[in-house]
C-alpha cells in the first residue's frame, strides 16, 4: 500500500517561512516526477512547483522566487521551502509521485492526504 504522508503545515504570519515535507510510505519505484499542489474553496488544484527526475524543477510564476523545492531520494521525500509566506498562499497543499509498485506495473499520480497552510496575521 503506497501513501504520501504530508508534515509541516501550519499558521504563519506574513513574510514568515515553513517548510513542508512529503515522504513516501510502501514500496513505490521509478518515480519521476514528485511535487506540490495547492488548493482553496471552490477553486481547481493548481501546480505549486515540481521536481523532474533528482534535480529538474518547475515552478508556478506565484512561487518562483520564493519556494524551493528539494527532493532525497535515498529517503523518497520532497521538500517544499516557503519564504515570504503571503494569506494568498493560504490554502491545502498536496504532495504528488508519478511512480509504479513494481516493473510490471503502470506507473500512476499518487497524492497525500493534504497539509493547511494559513497564512494570517
Request: charged share 15%.
Amino acid at each position: 500500500q503506497v501513501q504520501l504522508v504530508e508534515s509541516g503545515g501550519g499558521l504563519v504570519q506574513p513574510g514568515g517561512s515553513l517548510r513542508l515535507s512529503c515522504a513516501v510510505s510502501g514500496r513505490l519505484i521509478s518515480i519521476n516526477v514528485m511535487g506540490w499542489y495547492r488548493q482553496t474553496p471552490g477553486n481547481q488544484r493548481e501546480l505549486v512547483a515540481q521536481i523532474i527526475g533528482s534535480s529538474s524543477a518547475d515552478y508556478a510564476d506565484s512561487a518562483k522566487g520564493r519556494f524551493t523545492i528539494s527532493r532525497d531520494n535515498a529517503k523518497n521525500t520532497v521538500y517544499l521551502q516557503m519564504n515570504s509566506l503571503k494569506p494568498e498562499d493560504t490554502a491545502v497543499y498536496y504532495c504528488n509521485a508519478n511512480g509504479k509498485p513494481t516493473p510490471w506495473d503502470v506507473t500512476r499520480s499518487y497524492w497525500g492526504q493534504g497539509t493547511q497552510v494559513t497564512v494570517s496575521s
